[in-house]
Nanobody, 124 residues
Framework: QVQLVDSGGRLVQAGDSLRLSCAAS????????MGWFRQALGKEREFVAA????????NYANSVKARFIISRDNAKNTVYLQMNSLKPDDTAVYYC?????????????????WGQGTQVTVSS
C-alpha cells in the first residue's frame, strides 16, 4: 500500500531554518506531483508548495515564497521542504501529499495520498 511518512518537524525559534522530509513507498514516485500543506490549530489546511514529478516546476503560496524551497530526490523517493526565516505564523502541522493532476496543485481535494503530518512550532 502507499505510504507517505513526514518527518523533521520540531520546536524552533523565529528566524531559524528547518528541513522537512517525506519518504514515499508503494507508488511510482516520479509519476506523482508532490505538495506540502499545513494546518494551524483551528484553521483550515492550506497549500504551501508543490513540485512536479520530474522536479522541473514548482509553485509556492505567497506567504512562503522566497523563504521556503521544495525539492525532491526521485532516486530516494523523497520530497523535502526547506524552510528558512521561520516566523511564529508558520507554526502548524505540515503534511506532504501526492497527486497525479498538476492542475490541482494547490487544492487539497486533488491529492490522493497524504502523510501523517509533522508538527512545526516556531517560538517568538
Amino acid at each position: 500500500q502507499v505510504q507517505l511518512v513526514d518527518s523533521g518537524g520540531r520546536l524552533v525559534q523565529a528566524g531559524d531554518s528547518l528541513r522537512l522530509s517525506c519518504a514515499a513507498s508503494g507508488l511510482t514516485f516520479s509519476t506523482y506531483h508532490m505538495g506540502w500543506f499545513r494546518q494551524a490549530l483551528g484553521k483550515e489546511r492550506e497549500f504551501v508548495a508543490a513540485i512536479t514529478g520530474d522536479g522541473s516546476d514548482t509553485n509556492y503560496a505567497n506567504s512562503v515564497k522566497a523563504r521556503f524551497i521544495i525539492s525532491r530526490d526521485n532516486a530516494k523517493n523523497t520530497v523535502y521542504l526547506q524552510m528558512n526565516s521561520l516566523k511564529p505564523d508558520d507554526t502548524a502541522v505540515y503534511y506532504c501529499a501526492a497527486t497525479s493532476w498538476w492542475g490541482g496543485y494547490s487544492v487539497t481535494a486533488a491529492y490522493k495520498y497524504w502523510g501523517q503530518g509533522t508538527q512545526v512550532t516556531v517560538s517568538s
